[in-house]
């Protein structure tokens, strides 16, 4: 199964913050680590954002290290970004995703083999 769902997204004024949410209970391929990235309006290329290892390992891209947190609740299965100080910049819709796990440092900025619908985030100025 490779199925993910997003939730959490919104719209918020700049400075706010918010959290996603993304079940990962339907996901049950093995070797894989999530993660999130992001597609801008009217853009067809995505950005990966935050990506976390089977030992926690975090990274993230320049543009949202210090402001965006990935973490996750095994016993639930629910992987989080925490997003805090949002700009008008972080619009996009926010996809949940799997990749091969070498990739949460080298791969980051195209993260995601498999990902589930998105959650759109709109910051108001």
């Known amino acids: 199964q490779v199925q993910l769902v997003e939730s959490g997204g919104g719209t918020v004024q700049a400075g706010a913050s918010l959290t996603l949410s993304c079940d990962t209970s339907?996901?049950?391929?093995?070797?894989?680590?999530l993660g999130w990235w992001r597609k801008f309006p009217g853009s067809s290329s995505r950005q990966g954002v935050a990506?976390?290892?089977?030992?926690?390992?975090?990274n993230y891209a320049e543009s949202v290290r210090y402001r965006f947190t990935i973490s996750r609740d095994s016993a639930k299965n629910i992987l989080y970004l925490h997003m805090t100080d949002l700009k008008v910049d972080d619009t996009a819709r926010y996809y949940c995703?799997?990749?091969?796990?070498?990739?949460?440092?080298?791969?980051?900025?195209?993260?995601?083999?498999?990902w589930g619908q998105g959650t759109q985030v709109t910051v108001s100025s």
């Open positions: 995703a799997a990749d091969r796990c070498y990739n949460v440092d080298s791969g980051l900025a195209n993260w995601g083999v498999f």
């Open positions: 990506a976390i290892g089977m030992d926690n390992h975090q």
């Open positions: 339907g996901f049950t391929r093995t070797g894989y680590c």
